[in-house]
């Protein structure tokens, strides 16, 4: 006869098997979720540097232009709005794989430097006064039809905020690209 201690024996040398199976089928789910998403991962930080690669010279050369440094000189109005327009495409076809901060983040550097909704088939307006670039480049340098390219002197961009914008932009960027570690405790605005 069968007594309990040995019916116990019994199922639980049965169980053991199914439980180490169980067992690995479920850790090896979970790794293979893990793998997944580290391979996502790792596509959409390859997707954010091509990105970077596409639009950190677009954003440098807005920056050049608003700050009359570097090359400035070789980018014009109409030259400068192309640039933003090429820009604004990487942007917004790519806007859901960056985070919410950067898109926050990308808008407030344009919105400092152009003017948008100025009129049906018109173009943005450069926020900046178009004499200080008139009186560098001179009248042998300045297309008088680039007057039309620029806001209104009220609505001209503060002394300074491209600047700051551009570097709170573009240090967001390179935490998107995973260069610099997320700092929440930075002051941006």
């Known amino acids: 006869m ?19 199976v169980g067992l690995g089928v479920f850790v090896t789910r979970a790794v ?7 391979w996502a991962n790792r596509k959409v930080v390859e997707r954010r540097l091509e990105l970077y690669d596409k639009m950190a010279p677009l954003l440098n050369d807005i920056l050049c232009f608003f700050t ?13 709005l192309a640039k933003k327009r090429e820009l ?8 859901y794989l960056m985070s919410e901060a ?21 173009d943005a307006e450069i926020r900046m006064e178009a004499d200080y670039l008139r009186d560098e480049r001179g009248a042998a340098g300045w297309v008088s039809a680039w007057d039309d390219y620029f806001a209104d002197p009220a609505e001209v961009a503060e002394e300074g905020l491209v600047e ?23 002051a941006r605005t």
């Open 2 to 20: 069968w007594n309990s201690l040995e019916i116990v024996k019994l199922v639980v040398g049965a169980l053991t098997p199914l439980l180490v």
């Open 164 to 186: 700051k914008r551009y570097r709170v932009l573009m240090e967001t960027f390179s935490e998107q690209v995973g260069v610099r570690p997320a700092d929440a405790d930075r």
């Open 88 to 95: 604004d495409k990487h942007f917004f076809v790519n806007e």
């Open 68 to 80: 009359a440094i570097g090359h400035f000189r070789d980018i014009d109005p109409p030259a400068l």
């Open 102 to 122: 950067f898109a926050q983040r990308y808008k407030q550097f344009i919105e400092t430097c152009f003017r948008h909704y100025t009129g049906v088939g018109k």
């Open 32 to 38: 293979r979720r893990l793998e997944d998403a580290q």
